[in-house]
């Protein structure tokens, strides 16, 4: 209803630019400028970088930060709502001072050709305008978007298609179990939070993406997996109902990232792993001191033990450092498994029997690393077993992770298999 109001009054503005005179025409471009920039602030501060990422293709969505891309697109909006608009009205009101000058010479052809040229010039400037406002219009006040969120929600295990159930008010935010839809250019983006304590991050179980008509695109899972003195990483499933996904398979990784992320944390207990779970990957965390801060080096492994890839990331101060964004060293760079006293192949007979740190012996990175942390990642990661050394001892600990209805309501989650990027 809001976007349909604008619209109108937006209309009815353009025709009364049209038809009065042009210096009514700069004040007015100058106050929709002003609005615009409004606009933009606002969704700025109340959604963040998504308002803006939308517009954008999926793959410099996935290359770029979300804060870094956000604020690009932020400035070349900024630019395109007060910059050009000025310079469109220099140009106008040159041209305008160039037909009353032609006017006073009594040259009455080039006085009503440079006011005719005034006019389109003028129109031109205000649609262009115009056509960027209802973009942000459409992003921050889309009729969908309304202060509501919901209890529950059904995936229809055929078709994917999602409802929403049991609405509550959206401010102030709800406790417990709660679905936050957003809807944008290419359809809706929902997460599932859980509320437990205001102080703390609220949890997020999943984050799905659905089409305009509401079907089912991707779900991607992020879990806490270690939270240390010098960083904290976390895991990714993600799963792609699309039907041009060929291999349908789940992408997993563990990678570093803030400490304030949004992500599901376990409970820890001190029981061990059932005999019957299905291991899907193997994950060792290394952790080295630098000249600045610390460097993570995590290599993962197949469930056979076969290394698939090495990351690195930098912390700071405790936290994830995203200003260096490391490349992955991969199984086959021989000096990189030397460097960090990664062993090429996991040894995963000896290690049940001994549980010692799995490092290669004699490298430089035995002795350089400040604490290890061995994962091995069961049941679609809803089960962890980790041994964490530090400073001559070893500390074991299992960790579930909750299971909520979109875990389990699409069937062929259940024979996917995992791919470790």
């Not at 933009?40 to 939308?54: H, K, N, Q, S, V």
């Not at 909006?77 to 040159?94: D, T």
């Not at 679609?380 to 909750?402: P, T």
Request: hydrophobic share 40%; with cysteine.
């Amino acid at each position: 209803m809001i976007s349909i109001l604008l619209g109108g009054l937006f209309i009815i503005c353009l025709c009364l630019v049209y038809c009065l005179r042009f210096r009514l025409i700069i004040a007015f471009k100058v106050g929709l400028g002003a609005a615009l920039i409004g606009c933009l602030t606002l969704g700025w501060l109340m959604f963040g970088p998504r308002t803006y990422m939308m517009y954008l293709p999926k793959p410099l969505q996935m290359v770029f930060h979300p804060w870094i891309l956000g604020s690009i697109v932020f400035l070349t909006f900024l630019f395109a709502a007060l910059f050009l608009p000025m310079v469109l009205i220099c140009r106008s009101w040159s041209i305008s001072r160039s037909a009353d000058m032609a006017e006073r010479r009594s040259d009455a052809s080039k006085s009503k050709s440079s006011q005719r040229d005034t006019r389109w010039l003028a129109l031109a400037a205000t649609i262009g305008i115009g056509l960027l406002y209802f973009v942000c219009i459409q992003s921050l006040f889309n009729p969908k978007n309304t202060n509501v969120f919901y209890r529950h929600i059904s995936i229809d295990p055929k078709s994917l298609q999602v409802k929403f159930y049991d609405p509550v008010p959206a401010s102030p935010i709800p406790e417990g179990d709660f679905y936050w839809p957003f809807y944008g250019g290419e359809g809706c983006d929902v997460n599932h939070y859980n509320v437990t304590d205001s102080d703390q991050a609220r949890i997020r179980y999943n984050a799905l993406e659905l089409t305009n008509s509401g079907t089912l695109e991707t779900r991607t899972k992020d879990q806490l997996l270690w939270q240390s003195e010098w960083g904290s990483v976390y895991t990714e499933s993600f799963y792609d109902y699309r039907p041009n996904n060929s291999d349908n398979k789940i992408a997993f990784r563990v990678y570093v990232d803030s400490n304030s992320l949004e992500s599901d944390r376990p409970t820890i207990d001190q029981a061990s792993i059932p005999t019957a779970s299905n291991l899907i990957a193997i994950s060792l965390i290394r952790v080295f001191k630098t000249l600045h801060g610390n460097l993570f080096v995590i290599a993962s492994y197949l469930p056979n033990g076969h290394l698939s890839r090495i990351t690195k990331a930098e912390t700071r101060d405790g936290d994830w450092y995203p200003k260096t964004e490391l490349p992955p060293v991969y199984f086959d760079n021989g000096s990189a498994i030397k460097e960090f006293g990664v062993l090429a192949s996991f040894p995963l007979k000896d290690y049940s029997l001994n549980k010692l740190d799995p490092v290669a012996p004699g490298t430089s990175g035995t002795e350089k690393s400040l604490s290890d942390c061995v994962n091995f990642h069961y049941d679609q990661n809803f089960l962890v077993a980790q041994d964490i050394f530090q400073g001559g001892k070893r500390r074991s600990r299992v960790m579930e992770y909750k299971k909520t209805y979109e875990d389990f309501s699409v069937p062929s989650d259940g024979h996917r298999s995992f791919m470790l990027n």
